[in-house]
């Protein structure tokens, strides 16, 4: 079964940093792409970042550099740095998995059928 814990969540003020951390378990996918997405009060879900299971990354064009995704094998752990904090990240922040490291992309969250239960983040100006 596979089961996705998101952490790190909390309350920053605007310009700050958080680190947002996905522990991973119970999939064998031989290839396989995780991300990052959010989703801030009436809006819909949207992509923040990908890594697949070679390390490759991928970030919508919107994220402006201000994130970085990352995982530890050897943790079971995915990361995600958010630097540069703005009020409009404020959001639930979600870890996915899906089968197979083709079209790693956040586009379609409707691709990933995995999810963790989210961490808030709020940022304040």
């Known amino acids: 079964q596979v089961q996705l814990v998101e952490s790190g969540g909390g309350s920053v003020q605007a310009g700050g940093s958080l680190t947002l951390s996905c522990q991973n378990s119970?999939?064998?996918?031989?290839?396989?792409?995780m991300g990052w997405f959010r989703q801030g009060p009436g809006k819909e879900r949207e992509g923040v970042a990908s890594?697949?299971?070679?390390?490759?990354?991928r970030y919508p064009a919107s994220m402006n550099g201000r994130f970085t995704i990352s995982r530890d094998n050897t943790k079971n752990t995915l990361y995600l740095q958010m630097n540069n904090l703005k009020p409009e990240d404020t959001a639930m922040y979600y870890c996915?998995?899906?089968?197979?490291?083709?079209?790693?992309?956040?586009?379609?969250?409707?691709?990933?059928?995995?999810w963790g239960q989210g961490t808030q983040v709020t940022v304040s100006s």
């Open positions: 996915a998995i899906k089968e197979g490291d083709e079209r790693c992309v956040t586009s379609d969250f409707r691709a990933f059928p995995y």
């Open positions: 119970g999939y064998d996918f031989r290839t396989y792409c």
């Open positions: 890594i697949n299971n070679y390390g490759i990354t």
